[in-house]
T-cell receptor
Framework: GAVVSQHPSRVICKSGTSVKIECRSL??????MFWYRQFPKQSLMLMAT?????????EQGVEKDKFLINHASLTLSTLTVTSAHPEDSSFYIC???????????FGPGTRLTVL | AQTVTQSQPEMSVQEAETVTLSCTYD???????LFWYKQPPSRQMILVIR??????QNATENRFSVNFQKAAKSFSLKISDSQLGDTAMYFC??????????????FGQGTTLQVKP
């Protein structure tokens, strides 16, 4: 299957700082990328859908000014958590697909800890 | 709006035995896909099996098979000859198909499966 990478795998930051997480499709062109948040032992919660070259579509209740998503190329999307607070600590997962595909492929996730 | 429900938060099975995980969903759509994903302790999401709603035949992938009951909106996963490596959290997911499809997956709450030696 297709490969999606995320960087970093773990990040610890101080409250009030911003953190950027990268999601890359390594062997295909990702016309659509998705960002999820997952709390321990819970399901994946979709935060936003991003299509290459256009603004991300955020799910209800997700603050777009807090979680900035950029999908500037067909292989890279970034999620920036701005002015992070301890409640933003979570596991963030991206996935990617080509628009003609049924399946989406998941990255390995990023564990964010805000102190 | 579509919803996916997994009513079994935790299950366990002895190695080599068979276990069935339940999933029900609600939708007014007629054209869609259903998936089972596995998330082992590494937390990497892995596609286990996929079912297209217009296909009556149940999907199978080696030891994994589904029982798809479209009228009942039920989509259970059967794991045969359970192995220790099957220990994971399993998610049922729904995806709308057709024009306007964004590829968005709607996940159930998940079932944690423990395979015991």
């Amino acid at each position: 299957g297709a490969v999606v990478s995320q960087h970093p795998s773990r990040v610890i930051c101080k409250s009030g700082t911003s953190v950027k997480i990268e999601c890359r499709s390594l062997d295909f062109q990702a016309t659509t990328m998705f960002w999820y948040r997952q709390f321990p032992k819970q399901s994946l919660m979709l935060m936003a859908t991003s299509n290459e070259g256009s603004k991300a579509t955020y799910e209800q209740g997700v603050e777009k000014d807090k979680f900035l998503i950029n999908h500037a190329s067909l292989t890279l999307s970034t999620l920036t958590v701005t002015s992070a607070h301890p409640e933003d600590s979570s596991f963030y997962i991206c996935s990617a697909r080509d628009r003609s595909w049924t399946e989406q492929f998941f990255g390995p996730g990023t564990r964010l800890t805000v102190l | 709006a579509q919803t996916v429900t997994q009513s079994q938060p935790e299950m366990s099975v002895q190695e080599a035995e068979t276990v069935t995980l339940s999933c029900t969903y609600d939708t007014s759509e007629n054209n869609y896909y259903l998936f089972w994903y596995k998330q082992p302790p590494s937390r990497q999401m892995i596609l286990v099996i996929r079912q297209e709603a217009y296909k009556q035949q149940n999907a199978t992938e080696n030891r994994f098979s589904v029982n798809f009951q479209k009228a009942a909106k039920s989509f259970s996963l059967k794991i045969s000859d359970s192995q220790l490596g099957d220990t994971a959290m399993y998610f049922c997911a729904f995806m709308k198909r057709g024009s306007g499809n964004t590829g968005k997956l709607i996940f159930g709450q998940g079932t944690t499966l423990q395979v015991k030696p």
